[in-house]
């Protein structure tokens, strides 16, 4: 009797041993690792309904902070948003810079997308910014914003991939243009693109 529980033993073992050698294998092997980028349209916290919150350097936006300047929060209702009810205008008072910081697999290449507008309420027409990757510009955007609206933004796509280097990577996206009217962006996101390299 004991020589059979013994063989069903040994067989669970070999399976659970099987199974440990198999799970970081797979994890190497091209399955898409999380990212844990989080909140790319800006929905947390609220900010009032068809206004906005102003916010300064060193706060943050959820998982973002604004490392540079002020920006605007902007609520729902205050102007059409690309994505939820949310979006952020990256010039407050001034040219601002938001950044937030994730889990990445070195050597892995991700891919960036993101929703650029402007603030159609004043200022000259191109409103213009980079985004960087660990403080390294990856690339720069220009949005004109002759015949926008709050309610017709004109939201286009933008998109760009990098290689991590790190085990955390920090994407960040600055305002190049001066006065309280800057680039807009909403629904960013972060992804492995198991198509490259």
Same mark, same amino acid.
């Given at each position: 009797? +004991?020589?059979?529980? *013994?063989?069903?033993?040994?067989?669970?073992? $070999?399976?659970?041993? *099987?199974?440990?050698?198999?799970?970081?294998?797979?994890?190497?092997?091209?399955?898409?690792? $999380? +990212?844990?980028?989080?909140?790319?349209?800006?929905?947390? /916290?609220?900010?009032?309904?068809?206004?906005?919150?102003?916010? *300064?350097?060193?706060?943050? @936006?959820?998982?973002?902070?604004?490392?540079?300047?002020?920006?605007?929060?902007?609520? *729902?209702?205050?102007?059409?948003?690309?994505?939820?009810?949310?979006?952020?205008?990256?010039?407050?008072?001034?040219? &601002?810079?938001?950044?937030?910081?994730?889990?990445?697999?070195?050597?892995?290449?991700?891919?960036?997308?993101?929703?650029?507008?402007?603030?159609?309420?004043? &200022? /000259?027409?191109?409103?213009?910014?980079?985004?960087?990757?660990?403080?390294?510009?990856?690339?720069?955007?220009?949005?004109?914003?002759?015949?926008?609206?709050?309610?017709?933004?004109?939201?286009?796509?933008?998109?760009?991939?990098?290689?991590?280097?790190?085990?955390?990577? #920090?994407?960040?996206?600055?305002? #190049?243009?001066?006065?309280?009217?800057?680039?807009? @962006?909403?629904?960013?996101?972060?992804?492995?693109?198991? !198509? !490259?390299?």
């Amino acid at each position: 009797m +004991s020589f059979p529980r *013994a063989r069903v033993a040994v067989a669970a073992l $070999l399976v659970a041993g *099987a199974t440990a050698l198999a799970g970081p294998a797979q994890a190497a092997g091209g399955h898409r690792a $999380l +990212s844990h980028f989080d909140d790319g349209s800006f929905e947390t /916290p609220k900010a009032p309904a068809n206004s906005f919150t102003g916010v *300064a350097a060193g706060q943050a @936006i959820g998982p973002w902070t604004v490392t540079a300047g002020s920006v605007d929060l902007i609520g *729902a209702g205050f102007w059409q948003a690309a994505e939820g009810d949310q979006s952020l205008d990256l010039n407050g008072g001034n040219a &601002g810079t938001v950044a937030q910081s994730f889990t990445t697999v070195p050597g892995t290449t991700y891919s960036v997308t993101y929703a650029l507008a402007g603030n159609p309420g004043g &200022g /000259p027409a191109l409103r213009t910014g980079r985004t960087l990757i660990d403080g390294q510009n990856f690339q720069d955007f220009s949005f004109d914003v002759t015949g926008k609206t709050r309610t017709a933004m004109g939201y286009v796509g933008r998109q760009f991939t990098f290689v991590a280097q790190n085990t955390s990577t #920090t994407l960040s996206f600055v305002s #190049t243009v001066v006065g309280a009217y800057g680039p807009v @962006i909403d629904n960013v996101q972060v992804k492995e693109c198991v !198509c !490259c390299g």
